[in-house]
């Protein structure tokens, strides 16, 4: 186990539905990401948080909505998705890079999201 | 921008053999490289970083990674693969925003596959 966990592993919604992602890390890291990934195609990084400040949003549609409200927890909160947003979510942490040290990621074993 | 390519979708290796996963890569500056791996059903784990320093990288699992500047190539190697190897591995760049922040950028993926 890479102390980064994620519930729930699997998630079925309708394109009305709102549900949450979660992520919890206990590994004392204070940088917070989440990840989409496709078949096919290259990890997209769709949020980055330090120290509970968001730092990065990749053009992502608002229809996916982050909440960071502390250190160790992250959401991704879902309203009106599209099919073409079933995927497998990846959360990961890490110690915030400095710049002059740069530090690997811890993943979560993910959520698989089917949009019906 | 930063990025990295991964030339083959899929790497087969019989068992006992040498592997190699290649990874190219294009930054502007001092290159941050990594290597992780996934296997089914789990998230991304870390195998080795190349920061700077020595060119050859040893990392988790018997993996060894060579770093080329002239090639601008960052090939995963391990002596004799394992049947339990099978996986998918990525590479990734880091890359530095216009606002100092960083990401990472993640290839495509490379499915090993080690024949017994």
């Known amino acids: 186990e890479t102390g980064v966990t994620q519930t729930p592993r699997h998630l079925v919604m309708g394109m009305t539905n709102k549900k949450s992602l979660k992520c919890e890390q206990h590994l004392g890291h204070n940088a917070m990401y989440w990840y989409k990934q496709s078949a096919k195609k290259p990890l997209e990084l769709m949020f980055v948080y330090n120290f509970k400040e968001q730092t990065e949003n990749n053009s992502v549609p608002s229809r996916f909505s982050p909440e960071c409200p502390n250190s160790s927890h992250l959401f991704l909160h879902l309203h009106t998705l599209q099919p073409e947003d079933s995927a497998l979510y990846l959360c990961a942490s890490s110690l915030s890079d400095t710049g002059i040290k740069t530090y690997e990621q811890y993943f979560g074993p993910g959520t698989r999201l089917t949009v019906t | ?116």
Not at chain 2, 39 to 50: A, E, H, S, V
Not at chain 2, 63 to 85: G, I
Request: charged share 15%.
């Open chain 2, 1 to 116: 921008a930063q990025s990295v390519a991964q030339p083959e979708d899929q790497v087969n290796v019989a068992e006992g053999n040498p592997l190699t996963v290649k990874c190219t890569y294009s930054v502007s500056g001092n290159p941050y490289l990594f290597w992780y791996v996934q296997y089914p059903n789990r998230g991304l784990q870390f195998l080795l970083k190349y920061i700077t320093g020595d060119n050859l990288v040893k990392g988790s699992y018997g993996f060894e990674a060579e770093f080329n500047k002239s090639q601008t190539s960052f090939h995963l190697k391990k002596p004799s693969a394992l049947v339990s190897d099978s996986a998918l591995y990525f590479c990734a760049v880091r890359d530095m925003e216009g606002s100092g922040t960083y990401k990472y950028i993640f290839g495509t993926g490379t499915r090993l596959k080690v024949l017994a």
